[in-house]
């Protein structure tokens, strides 16, 4: 059974930084293909947030986080990770971890096509 988990949340001042990572775990060959990372905050959709595709050089960031967050991926391509600066009130939310072995059947920036999730992690900005 494939886990993510996600690891780095917390809360920072208007202006900060932080960097998250999802790590996946009990896959049988290889590491999840597809991953990349979703937010939800109270009373709200989950929204994408930045994407990671396979090919390894094309990536897709929200426009309210772009030139803000940088999504990454290690070598052994199982762990991603988020580093998000500039960080705004708005930021706000639970982030989570999401992938899958195949393409996303909606599209890279909707959730409800990925298969596996993690618990997610919270990120609190105050101004």
């Not at 900060?16 to 979703?38: I, R, V």
């Not at 989570?96 to 298969?115: E, I, L, S, V």
């Amino acid at each position: 059974q494939v886990q993510l988990a996600e690891s780095g949340g917390g809360s920072v001042q208007a202006g900060g930084s932080l960097t998250l990572a999802c790590t996946a775990s009990g896959y049988t060959d290889s590491p999840p293909k597809y991953m990349g990372w979703f937010r939800q905050a109270p009373g709200k959709e989950r929204e994408s947030v930045a994407i990671r595709y396979p090919d390894g050089g094309n990536t897709y960031y929200r426009h309210t986080v772009k030139g803000r967050f940088t999504i990454s991926q290690d070598p052994a391509k199982k762990t991603v990770y988020l580093q998000m600066t500039s960080l705004k009130p708005e930021d706000t939310a639970m982030y989570y971890c999401a992938a899958d072995f195949r393409p996303p059947r909606f599209g890279w920036t909707d959730a409800a096509g990925y298969n596996y999730w993690g618990l997610g992690t919270q990120v609190t900005v105050s101004s």
